[in-house]
């Protein structure tokens, strides 16, 4: 099918998009890299009016580590972040959940910040930006204001992003020191969204024990979801296998997938399960490697 009919409008400074945006109200969206709305206007489960183009923004074109922060403006490609040098080096989790999104040609043109603000619970943005405890800066009619990651994913596809605001840029905090982290996800072909998905990040102290551990996963509620029962249990601890197993079993109280054509609830539940112990497990053995 085609998308209906729209009026585009393409800004050129971030004040002109929110204006126009504003102007044309609610029926108006944003379009960043389109790899999510246009395939929804494509099947008419979309119909803006209006569509305010962010792709001529330059100010909003940039992607780039500042000191201990990924920061990205919000047309930054999913490519640009695969591109930025050292960054796998520097957190393995960010780039190897990059390269887990859709193809290329989706990696080419998607954006982060597009992805952060279309909340899909099985996307990778958003579960990066809970995991390293991350904010964006949202634009309105009334002026600038910053968003913690925890206040930011509201249920499937909702933020609390109101409908005349624009997501401008997004800063990722980098852990240093001896730090290890990775991210895991069972899909049923290479390139569609996952069944489940984990994130973990582990910095271990100098005596071996836990300093830090974040565990986020995808696929399994309503929005991506920080464990924090399986954090409790590992922060503080020795990482033996028996405290991982137990630390990712603790997922199952805070997880509630639903059940569809790629899997039944059980299922991803088994997978959530699995993907989360892989993670932890590469986190772990890789903030080991970081001390060595
Ligand atoms: C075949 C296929 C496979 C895919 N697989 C994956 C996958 O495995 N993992 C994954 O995470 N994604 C996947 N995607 C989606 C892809 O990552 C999209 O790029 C991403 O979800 C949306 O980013 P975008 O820049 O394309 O946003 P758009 O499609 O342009 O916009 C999406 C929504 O966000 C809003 N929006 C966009 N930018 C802003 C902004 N700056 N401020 C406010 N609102 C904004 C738009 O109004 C729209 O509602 C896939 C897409 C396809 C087509």
Not at 106 to 115: C, F, H, L, P
Not at 188 to 202: E, P, S, T
Request: hydrophobic share 50%; aromatic share 4%.
């Amino acid at each position: 099918m085609k998308p209906a009919a729209f009026e585009y409008l393409a800004p050129r400074s971030v004040e002109e998009a929110v204006a126009l945006l504003a102007e044309r109200g609610e029926d108006a969206k944003v379009i960043a890299g389109g790899q999510s709305l246009v395939p929804m206007m494509a099947f008419r489960l979309a119909t803006p009016a209006a569509l305010v183009d962010l792709n001529g923004v330059s100010e909003l074109d940039h992607a780039r580590v500042d000191r201990d922060t990924l920061v990205l403006g919000a047309t930054a490609r999913h490519r640009s972040v695969q591109e930025l040098a050292g960054l796998r080096e520097r957190c393995a989790m960010v780039a190897e959940a990059v390269g887990l999104i859709g193809h290329p040609p989706i990696r080419n043109r998607g954006t982060a910040g597009g992805s952060i603000a279309h909340a899909d619970p099985a996307a990778e943005w958003p579960a990066l930006l809970l995991a390293l405890d991350g904010e964006v800066d949202a634009m309105g009619p009334g002026g600038r204001r910053t968003i913690a990651a925890a206040d930011l994913f509201r249920t499937y596809f909702t933020t609390a992003l109101a409908p005349d605001e624009i997501l401008t840029e997004v800063r990722l905090p980098l852990p240093a020191g001896a730090v290890g982290s990775a991210f895991v996800e069972v899909a049923q072909r290479h390139g569609d969204f996952a069944v489940a998905g984990a994130g973990a990040l582990m910095i271990v102290a100098d005596d071996g024990s836990v300093a830090d551990a974040r565990l986020v996963l995808i696929g399994v509620r309503d929005t991506a979801v920080r464990s924090v029962a399986a954090e409790t249990i590992l922060r503080g601890a020795s990482p033996t296998d028996p405290v991982l197993d137990d630390a990712t079993n603790a997922i199952r109280s805070e997880i509630d997938p639903v059940s569809d054509v790629h899997g039944s609830s059980a299922y991803r539940r088994r997978v959530a399960i699995a993907v989360a112990r892989r993670a932890v497990t590469l986190a772990r053995d890789r903030a080991h490697a970081a001390v060595a």
